[in-house]
């Protein structure tokens, strides 16, 4: 077992049971990329304000490339019976580097570290989802285009509305997925300052430079405060509400992927390899992953509640509750991601079943507001062409007929304005391709919906590239 860090000022060993409750470990020892950067930063910085020398300096930075490299081949590994990463990574490096070792920890405590490591991993946590969100739009985008004419019912309240398309619905969660790709950003930004040098929680009398670390581990500058920058988890609250949202997201289309593979829509086909079987029914073929995605949503917004508990009622500074923010924060990424990469394939290889789409157009007079519209082009207000047309449906429900075969005579006695113009207006295509208004489906619209999307996946994928975002 890993030596007691404070064993001299207790008289007894941690009970066993202490030690593992205590230990976080198991959940924060992926962070060891992170820490061991952190502390290369904080060895360069003592060297550099003379409060270590630059000999030890080498044997620490030394040091702990050799851990990293060390525990990245699997030649070390993790230790479960130490505290924390911290504990384990320092422990090693003093018994590999004896004296120097020792000295790393100096203007330093767990408490600035550990919110420097989180950060630091954090930073590229949010870089990994946004890529896996900018892919999922990819393949968003592209079936847009592939169903940019495929003519399917619009609906409010799940009952069939106005006519939209395919591509046109899709499109509206590449527009989602957009602004959650920015609220990863806007917390990353916020969250970019370095509490290193808080110290456990009054700063230290040492002449340390906390922009020199900031600096090097390309922070935007430091905690302004030393009580803040070791009490602060804001971020995870940041990013645990960003992905609780994102998930909302995924949770919406996965409902509606659901609910277009039921016999009762049959809107879309999944492919088999994104499909399983029934046990005992052999005509099955269930939308798991898009349950499951949906299912997932509860626990990452579970994860929301418990930092916020965790947090609502803790006095400055440090406190040991805030060892948990850990466990949620990293399972709400690692499940968002986990969504996004198996969401992303099961759209991409899905086929939408355009006929049963256009068939579900035929019925549920989704073109009732276009037959209403067409009267107001003659000349007659929209309250009055409303009426009109809602006697009409109701007309057409009891004798079992549509706007489409309805003949002009029938037409003409509701109001002798109508004549043959009237099938044109009720058309289906035409009633999408006359939804000309900004943002609306037709298909000019939903190309350049689709270009400035591109265009946005592009921009990012240039400035993820150069190392801008
Ligand atoms: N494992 C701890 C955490 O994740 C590190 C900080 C411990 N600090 C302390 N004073 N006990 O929060």
């Known amino acids: 077992m890993a030596k007691i860090m404070w064993e001299g ?18 959940v924060d020892g992926r962070m060891y990329e992170s820490d061991i950067e ?35 081949s699997g030649k070390v590994k993790i230790d ?22 020792k000295k790393l920890h100096t203007a330093r405590s767990r408490n600035d570290q550990v919110a420097t490591d989180v950060r630091l991993h954090l930073r590229k946590e949010i870089d990994r989802t946004e890529k896996n969100i900018i892919d ?36 509206a969660y590449a527009e989602m997925l957009k602004r959650d790709v920015g609220r990863f950003a806007d917390a990353a930004k916020r969250m970019n300052y370095s509490p290193l040098g808080s110290c456990a929680l009054a700063g230290t009398t040492h002449p340390i430079n906390r922009a020199f670390t900031a600096a090097e581990l390309n922070f935007d500058g430091y905690c302004a405060n030393s009580i803040d920058g070791v009490s602060d988890r804001d971020f995870c609250l940041e990013i645990a509400s960003a992905c609780s949202i994102c998930m909302t997201h995924l949770s919406r289309f996965a409902e509606e992927i659901i609910l277009w593979c039921s016999w009762e829509f049959k809107f879309l086909e999944l492919d088999d390899a994104y499909a399983t079987g029934s046990s005992i029914m052999p005509q099955k073929k269930n939308p798991d992953i898009a349950e499951l995605i949906r299912g997932k949503t509860g626990r990452v917004n579970g994860n929301l509640v418990a930092l916020l508990t965790l947090m609502k009622g803790l006095p400055l500074a440090y406190n040991k509750d805030m060892q948990e923010d850990k466990e949620a924060i990293f399972d709400s990424l690692d499940t968002l991601n986990d969504c996004l990469e198996i969401f992303a394939p099961m759209l991409a290889t899905s086929k939408a079943r355009k006929d049963n789409m256009l068939r579900a157009c035929r019925e549920g007079f989704i073109n009732a507001t ?79 919906e689709i270009a400035s999307l591109k265009a946005f996946i592009d921009k990012f994928s240039v400035k993820k590239e150069n190392g801008l975002i």
């Open 38 to 72: 952190g502390s290369i930063a904080h060895a360069e910085m003592l060297a550099e304000c003379g409060i270590i020398s630059s000999e030890d300096r080498d044997v620490i930075i030394e040091g702990l490339k050799e851990i990293l490299a060390d525990i990245e």
């Open 370 to 448: 276009d037959c209403a519209d067409y009267l107001v082009r003659k000349g007659v207000p929209f309250r009055t062409a409303y009426k009109i047309c809602g006697r009409i449906v109701a007309y057409c429900i009891e004798r079992g007929k549509t706007l489409e075969n309805l003949s002009v005579e029938e037409y003409a006695s509701f109001d002798p304005i109508f004549d043959e113009e009237v099938y044109e207006a009720v058309d289906m295509l035409n009633c999408v391709s006359r939804r000309k208004s900004s943002g609306a489906p037709s298909e000019k619209e939903v190309k350049g």
């Open 9 to 26: 000022r207790f008289s007894k060993s941690p009970d066993k049971k202490l030690n593992d409750f205590n230990s976080s470990i198991r």
């Open 136 to 171: 999922f739009m990819k393949v968003i985008v592209d079936k847009a285009e592939e169903y940019a004419d495929a003519v399917m019912p619009g609906y409010t309240h799940l009952q069939r509305a106005q006519p939209v398309t395919f591509g046109h619905h899709l499109l």
């Open 80 to 101: 479960p019976e130490s505290e924390d990463i911290h504990m384990f990574v320092e422990a090693l490096l003093t018994e590999r580097k004896g004296e120097a070792g």
